[in-house]
C-alpha cells in the first residue's frame, strides 16, 4: 500500500499568515493527489484535485503543487474560516490511502 | 446542484449487519465511480471501497475485504455498501463520495458496533 505522510501534523497560525502543508508518497503517485478541508462536526470538502487543480468554487488562496511523491497544499491570507483540519489523498492505485492530517490552529 | 444523502446507520452488535445507502441527485450515478470513506470518532478519514463507473470493478480496503460488498441501483440513482460480519473497529461516520478524487460528499450516516 501507499503510505501517504502530512507534515506537520498541526500547526499555529494567524490571520493574515500564509502556510504551507507538506505531503509525501512513499511511492510515485504522478499527480494523482487530492486535499481536503474539514471543519469540526462537518463532512470534508475537496479543495484540490490532480495535485495543483482547484475544484469549482474554492478560493485562489489554495493552492497545491506537486507530482511525483512530494506535494505541498498552501494557502495564503489566513483567515478564520481557514483554520481547519487538511488532508491529503492519493488516487493513483488502490487501496487509495489518505494523510494522517494536518490540523490548522488560530496563533 | 450535486447532493449526496447517506442513510442506513445505526447501532448493530458484533456479528451483525447493516446496508448503507447514498442517493445521488443533481447528476447519474452511473457516470461515475463512487466511494465510501469512514472515520471514526475522533480520528482520520479512511477510504473503504469504490465501485467503478461501469460498475465491472470494485475495490475494498483490506480492513473490509471479504465483509463488506459495494453496489449501485441506476434506477434510483443510489450506492450502496453492504457490510456483514461488523466489528467494533467499523464503528464510524460513514461518507459517500463522488469519483475517484471525491469531489463531492455527503453528510455521512453514523453506524455503531457495539453489544
Known amino acids: 500500500d501507499i503510505q501517504m505522510t502530512q507534515s506537520p501534523s498541526s500547526l499555529s497560525a494567524s490571520v493574515g499568515d500564509r502556510v504551507t502543508i507538506t505531503c509525501r508518497a512513499s511511492?510515485?503517485?504522478?499527480?494523482?493527489l487530492a486535499w481536503f478541508q474539514q471543519k469540526p462536526g462537518k463532512a470534508p470538502k475537496s479543495l484540490i484535485y490532480?495535485?495543483?487543480s482547484l475544484q469549482s468554487g474554492v478560493p485562489s488562496k489554495f493552492s497545491g503543487s506537486g507530482s511525483g511523491t512530494d506535494f505541498t497544499l498552501t494557502i495564503s491570507s489566513l483567515q478564520p474560516e481557514d483554520f481547519a483540519t487538511y488532508y491529503c489523498?492519493?488516487?493513483?492505485?488502490?487501496?487509495?490511502?489518505f494523510g494522517q492530517g494536518t490540523k490548522l490552529e488560530i496563533k | 446542484e450535486v447532493q449526496l444523502l447517506e442513510s442506513g446507520g445505526g447501532l448493530v452488535h458484533p456479528g451483525g449487519s447493516l446496508r448503507l445507502s447514498c442517493a445521488a441527485s443533481?447528476?447519474?450515478?452511473?457516470?461515475?465511480?463512487m466511494s465510501w470513506v469512514r472515520q471514526a470518532p475522533g480520528k482520520g478519514l479512511e477510504w473503504v471501497s469504490t465501485?467503478?463507473?461501469?460498475?465491472?470493478?470494485?475495490y475494498f480496503a483490506d480492513s473490509v475485504k471479504g465483509r463488506f460488498t459495494i453496489s449501485r441501483d441506476s434506477s434510483k440513482n443510489t450506492l450502496y455498501l453492504q457490510m456483514n460480519s461488523l466489528k467494533v473497529e467499523d464503528t464510524a461516520l460513514y461518507y459517500c463520495?463522488?469519483?475517484?478524487?471525491?469531489?463531492?460528499w455527503g453528510q455521512g450516516t453514523l453506524v455503531t458496533v457495539s453489544s
Open positions: 463520495a463522488r469519483y475517484n478524487n471525491l469531489d463531492f
Open positions: 443533481g447528476f447519474t450515478l452511473s457516470n461515475y465511480a
Open positions: 465501485i467503478s463507473a461501469s460498475g465491472a470493478s470494485t
Open positions: 511511492q510515485d503517485i504522478s499527480n494523482n
Open positions: 490532480s495535485a495543483s
Open positions: 489523498q492519493q488516487y493513483n492505485r488502490y487501496p487509495c490511502t
